[in-house]
């Protein structure tokens, strides 16, 4: 009878491509049959009444868990708070063990497969007991697997939905910041190209080249996080040649590169927005104008960039302008702890800032 009943069983469940739940499923019920048989020869006890009887635990095993399995599904009971859900699974273990026990025993005392030690048949309570107590760990192991597999599902989901949001975040942090970076210089430099065409043409034409140069950076901030320093260092010259035209000789520039950090990986405008902030809150309020100087040099394993200007920090207090803080937001971005940024005043009237980031391999 039970295998007139399983066969069917087996059959809709072939004709569907099997999950990974009924794998599980077929594998762990498997494991069952397979150590009762094991037990069975061990102890010259395997017969026909054995083996109906354990491809019957199987069968009322199979559908019972699966009964169980949609129970926890309609409660919801995953998605209860971790220690509702212990206890949830533990009396749900209770409850279902009973009902199988409900439902053996009538099958074993009807086709007499239970036996005490002795050979006398066990009575109808003895049967339900022993079930209970013999189904009772399987259950609660099955529930276990269930359980600890979804919470480790669940925490693995949880801990890639975290990192695709930091992901998205980021780059939407990023994206925000680059988005601000458009150099304000620009009408600045327009104007004073206007007054420069009939002056210098020659001046104005590669001014406006200058200009293209520094806007076609900007225009692809998009594309990537970082750039050569030297490819930078271009951006800077460009601004600058188009600050002198306003400045003339108010603005004195100075360099002092280590060849050897050329090739350094830094955020793209990053240096020029430091010289920009260095012009507008210290040049620009000088009445006999100023120096800006830049620095680039290795400090250990650390690559740092420093711009230096004529000025002095207003009231003691950094800065807290959109150069300061996009600069800073950006490099903890893209290196966290391991860079550091910092602007004060070195001397009365000298300002500094200072970004250190850490050495890229060549």
Known sequence: MSIVIFYPY???????????????QLIGWGLFALIN???ALA??????PVLLRIIFYIEVGIIFSHLMREFIHRKAILLKKLGQQIISFFILTIIFSFLVACVVSPYEEIYDLRFDMTGKKLSYFSLLFTNFISFFPLL??????????HFIMKSRKHELDTIKLEALVRELELKTIKAHINPHFIFNALNGIRAMIDENPARARKAVTELSNILRSSLTLEKVETVTLEDELKIVKDYLALESMRFEKRLTVEFEIDIKTLSQQVPPMMLQILVENAIKHGISKQTKGGIVKIISDYNRSNHEIIVQNTGSLNGNKIDTGFGVSSTRDRLNLLYGDKAQFEVKQIEPALV??????PVTGN
């Open 37 to 39: 048989i094991f037990f």
């Open 10 to 24: 087996i059959f809709v469940m072939m004709s569907f491509k099997l999950s990974r739940y009924w794998l599980f």
């Open 43 to 48: 102890f010259n006890r395997f017969d026909a």
């Open 352 to 357: 500094e800032a200072k970004v250190v980031i």
């Open 140 to 149: 609660l192991f099955w529930n276990a697997f269930y359980f600890m597999y």
